[in-house]
Nanobody, 120 residues
Framework: QAQLVESGGGLVQAGGSLRLSCVAS????????MAWFRQVPGKEREFVAA?????DYADSVKGRFTISRDNAKNTWYLQMNSLKPEDTAVYYC????????????????WGQGTQVTVSS
């Protein structure tokens, strides 16, 4: 059974950087769209970034975050720079077959989440 495991979250000061990783196992995700979403308590899980053959970003992170993938390692990453307190959330990696989408309902593989906290 396919499994996604995130790592790399933590506590960082505003303006700092973190790199999240998502390692997939159980099947190859080389042809899948890989994405990152985030969620804060009481709010909907929101799209952050996705990558098929190129990256797509939410306006709130464009220019600060970079999504990348290493198909040989079945792994994708989210490099987060110039972090802001409003980036504080639980970050989830996700995967789907087909075309890239910002809609979380289209993703059928999810990780368990990793907490990112940005202090002011």
């Amino acid at each position: 059974q396919a499994q996604l495991v995130e790592s790399g979250g933590g506590l960082v000061q505003a303006g700092g950087s973190l790199r999240l990783s998502c390692v997939a196992s159980g099947r190859s995700f080389g042809s899948y769209v890989m994405a990152w979403f985030r969620q804060v308590p009481g709010k909907e899980r929101e799209f952050v970034a996705a990558i098929s053959w190129r990256g797509d970003y939410a306006d709130s992170v464009k220019g600060r975050f970079t999504i990348s993938r290493d198909n040989a390692k079945n792994t994708w990453y989210l490099q987060m720079n110039s972090l802001k307190p409003e980036d504080t959330a639980v970050y989830y990696c996700a995967a789907r077959a087909g075309t890239s989408s910002r809609n979380r309902d289209g993703y059928n593989y999810w990780g368990q989440g990793t907490q990112v906290t940005v202090s002011s």
